[in-house]
């Protein structure tokens, strides 16, 4: 597998690159580019902070960018993998800065692979990742998995990421912690590990990059923490999860285990997680495509304020917005995580749609997290999230 | 027989009003002449919208006001504007005490209205007393609702709870039992200001709204206001943050009438305060890790109040101490009632754990309201065994 040096950043640029066939094969005739950075294509400007100040973002829905060659069979590959963020070009920034955007809520430096999965049902192993230097970065894993010939006819793959394997930030830092295994030691924060398991979980739901395998935490099975001398702590658990939204009767719960290392204090744990496989593939890509159709179809300008309205209710034409909006959210929240503060998306405020020429969704909207223990009711501009397409990641299709 | 259906038939209509009092609004409609009242008469009659008249108008007023249920909300809005009728949207803590009201007044022998104080935007603050025997200070259970506005489903869940206690009384032999021997005093919105705002302005709005002088930030957070380790651990002095202590204990006015009206009961045996969301059960102390000296206690008959909860629909609540268990607090109600001996102190976080949070759908309360009752009494039920 190349890593590729994400040099253009337009998906334009990115997809030529995957029709000549320098990506990471995936086997079957799909190939995805690996991870690059997500940044705003066609030339998009920062949007002027609105709504008290709220920056809002681009939430790119559908296929990628402008231009439209290098598709296998004349159909726009739709990019893969689940980016929530927009990373840094390769490596030639410095750790901790971003693309420099004013408001703090929309500068983002997320790597988000395009992870992608073997088509069988077991739990995928871990791929071992070399430490990082600190800061701890998302390092993209080998884009391997498997893909399907398409039909010509759909005018999406719904080729994103396949299920979870080996997903891992390196942990930071130098060396092992030092201090001996101990079980929720009383100096540890309290509720360390449903912590440590919430992290995980926002992790892996914005890796996984499809508003269909969203996870919830079920229960915490076993646990154990370490803390080291410079008081930053490794969390190992096994934890349950259910889908975020369930099926009428339908009990499929999931299990995922990982390594979570909380820095003093600092966001942004790194992680390293497995999980099985919670929605079957081509089941997973079928609604993701539904949603996509069902997205392509609303009415625009949306007449929404907020989603969900004081009471609660989510319109079900409306109901794909927020689950995107949970996906890119996942993103901002596994950032703000550290061993003592924790999020819930409370509500999706601002949301504004507008069509495009291409087949594109454009969605433009800030989310309301609820932040643990303070109470604050944080804004966060959601960063440029792509569906079914995950920036700058483009699936072509070899019929 | 036939008279059997038709008061089934009623008896059913009204309970599906009661399910369906929340996300309900109140229009009060202005009408100008006659003929805006018959095309409001026209609504209000045809029974596609299940419309219900609260106050018609009469020769001093011209203000309608009509109970809208929520599936009706939008075609209603648009008719009214179609045909030009001048309306507005009552905010929610006069439904809740339209409905308390309600509740006195079919329940006369039982229930009563009682004003306590008012906030500092001046409104009243009522509760609503259950008692079965005039006089006397007999020993009596505090429900606490709506302290933080933002936490609907547990204003949603008192209102329900009172019309429960009221209408079990004399039918469900254990609250007839705990109201033979305790009054039961509930507030379902001890933060009217709050909540207010929280209908009009901010969704999100957690604390009062007493300005703070030499700040721009509005509002004290009243559950770190009591006087229990009053700005210790688990607030702040900072005005701005949601959970500012405020400049002195009690400083709040929704907090001093509370505390106001139980020190001068003097009787009080059991204090529960109801919050969301989390899912969880739990007991002092939040202010310090220290374990409070009735802790084992109050675990058990937490633990129980909670596998009851969870007997209805499977919903599982955590159980413990408030620090340990979500984090210090201090200044909180249930601390200060706990060491103002109210030995029965707990704090209630309902549903859910963050999928919606504090926006609740509205089909979870009657839900949510059923099976926090199951816990309720199996908590007075205890007190009511265990007067001291």
Known sequence: ?399 | MKWILFFGALIGLSFCGREKFFGDQVFRINVRNGDEISKLSQLVNSDNFKLDVWKAPSAFSRLVDVLVPSVSLRPVKSFLKSQGLEYSVTIGDLQIYHEMDSIAGDFPDLASRVKIGHSFENRSMYVLKFGTAEGGRRPAVWLNAGIHSREWISVATAIWTARKVASDYGKDPTITSILEKMDIFLLPVANPDGYVYTQTQNRLWRKTRSINPGSRCVGTDPNRNWNASFAGEGASDNPCSEIYHGPHANSEVEVKSVVDFIQEHGNFKCFIDLHSYSQLLMYPYGYTVKKAPDADELDKVARRAAKALASLSGTTYQVGPTCTTVYPASGSSVDWAYDNGIKYAFTFELRDTGHYGFLLPANQIIPTAEETWLGLKTIMEHVRDNLY
């Open chain 1, 1 to 399: 597998m190349q890593r590729r040096e994400a040099g253009s950043r337009t998906g334009l640029g990115a997809r030529r690159r995957v029709a000549a066939g320098k990506s990471c094969s995936l086997g079957e005739g799909v190939s995805i580019a690996p991870l690059v950075p997500c940044q705003r294509s066609r030339g998009w400007t920062s949007p002027a902070p609105r709504r008290g100040g709220a920056a809002a973002s681009r939430h790119r829905a559908g296929k990628l960018g402008p231009g439209r060659s290098g598709s296998g069979a004349g159909r726009r590959g739709p990019g893969a993998g689940s980016s929530a963020g927009r990373a840094r070009p390769g490596r030639t920034r410095a750790p901790g800065s971003g693309p420099p955007r004013g408001r703090r809520g929309v500068a983002r430096r997320g790597l988000i692979s395009s992870s992608a999965g073997a088509a069988h049902l077991e739990p995928v192993r871990r791929t071992p990742r070399p430490p990082a230097s600190m800061p701890p970065r998302l390092q993209p894993p080998p884009a391997s998995g498997t893909g399907r010939p398409r039909a010509a006819v759909l005018p999406l793959a719904l080729l994103l990421s396949l299920a979870l394997q080996g997903v891992a930030a390196a942990p930071a830092g130098a060396g092992e912690p030092e201090d001996s295994l101990r079980r929720q030691d009383p100096e540890l924060p309290r509720g360390l590990l449903e912590q440590a398991a919430r992290a995980a979980l926002h992790f892996v739901n914005f890796r996984a990059g499809s508003p269909s395998t969203l996870r919830v935490l079920a229960d915490v099975l076993e646990g154990r923490a370490r803390v080291n001398p410079k008081k930053e702590c490794q969390v190992d658990l096994v934890f349950t999860t259910d889908r975020y939204n369930p099926e009428e009767g339908e009990e499929r719960l999931g299990k995922c285990s990982a390594r979570v290392f909380f820095r003093n204090q600092k966001p942004r744990p790194a992680i390293n997680v497995t999980c099985t496989r919670l929605i079957e593939k081509n089941k997973r890509q079928q609604e993701d495509y539904l949603l996509y159709k069902h997205m392509k179809q609303l009415k625009t300008p949306l007449d929404v304020v907020s989603i969900p309205d004081s009471h609660g209710h989510i319109d079900p034409s409306l109901r794909p917005i927020w689950d995107l909006a949970f996906l890119g959210g996942s993103y901002v929240m596994w950032e703000k995580t550290t061993q003592f503060l924790h999020y819930y998306m409370a509500q999706l405020s601002s949301v504004n749609q507008w069509k495009t020429n291409d087949d594109a969704i454009d969605f433009d909207y800030t989310v309301l997290l609820h932040e643990f223990s303070t109470q604050e009711i944080k804004n966060k501009a959601l960063v440029p999230l792509k569906f079914p397409s995950f920036c700058p990641l483009i699936l072509t299709v070899h019929s």
